[in-house]
């Protein structure tokens, strides 16, 4: 795909990650809806888009939200044939856990498991699906779908709810591709490790000391590397149905 001819949508694109990828592509020549909870952090992503980006409030574990934010997106751009699944939450702790102090067994709440199931597994199925549909519709030859996992879905204590979604996310990258290649549509994903995010400057430096001691490369990422595999495989019109890591080797 040539990015100046990219039609994309682009989920938790307020902040973070979902916004370095959307100022990327519009940056690029892309055209860009860009999609969150949060209309604030839109606002600024908008703002910083050179008018290439418009925006959309939308939870994408809201089928109607999900179905409503395709329907803009054409309307406003004319087509897509571009996704990026990038958004995602936490709620992290233990499975189980005895408290220290009481000897009270403390558990993952099922509300935990389901709001992260819910946004990071079932928001992207809702998204891709409607895309999908789209671009089947409306006759696009060639487009691509970028899921964004991450190094958690091997397994990472304290996140069986983050594992669980991010795992089940790239067995779908590969079936997705697999489904739907005949239409034309490419799907790929990219597990970052670490990345400099506003999650990652809000803990404590100690905190976060420790964590990049695990990484052979000794540091974050920065957004823009992760875009740089976004890019690729958006470009790189053979590519389908794997997950390409960028963790400064912590996988390894």
């Not at 490790?193 to 001691?213: C, H, N, S, W, Y």
Request: net charge negative; charged share 20%; hydrophobic share 45%.
């Amino acid at each position: 795909m040539n990015l100046t001819e990219v039609k994309a949508i682009v989920t938790g694109a307020g902040s973070g990650m979902g916004r370095a990828f959307t100022l990327a592509l519009a940056a690029a020549g892309a055209e860009v809806v860009a999609a969150d909870v949060d209309e604030a952090g839109l606002a600024g992503t908008a703002e910083a888009g050179g008018g290439r980006v418009h925006t959309c409030r939308a939870d994408v574990s809201n089928e109607d939200d999900v179905v409503a934010l395709l329907d803009r997106a054409v309307s406003q751009m004319g087509q897509v044939n571009a996704l990026v699944n990038n958004a995602g939450i936490f709620r992290d702790g233990l499975l189980v856990r005895p408290d220290k102090e009481t000897g009270e067994i403390k558990k993952m709440s099922l509300k935990a498991w389901n709001q992260v199931i819910a946004v990071d597994l079932t928001g992207p199925f809702l998204c891709t699906r409607e895309f999908a549909a789209k671009v089947i519709a409306t006759g696009v030859k060639s487009s691509c779908v970028v899921n964004i996992s991450s190094v958690a879905r091997h397994g990472n204590p304290g996140q069986s709810n983050y594992s669980a979604a991010k795992a089940g996310l790239v067995a779908d990258t590969k079936l997705w591709g697999q489904e739907l290649a005949r239409y034309g549509i490419r799907v790929g994903a990219v597990a970052p490790g670490f990345v400099d995010t506003p999650i990652l400057q809000a803990m404590r430096p100690e905190v976060l000391d420790g964590m990049l001691k695990a990484v052979p490369l000794r540091r974050a990422a920065d957004p823009h590397e992760i875009w740089l595999a976004v890019k690729f495989i958006l470009e790189c019109d053979y590519f389908t149905s794997r997950c390409i890591d960028v963790d400064g080797g912590i996988t390894l």
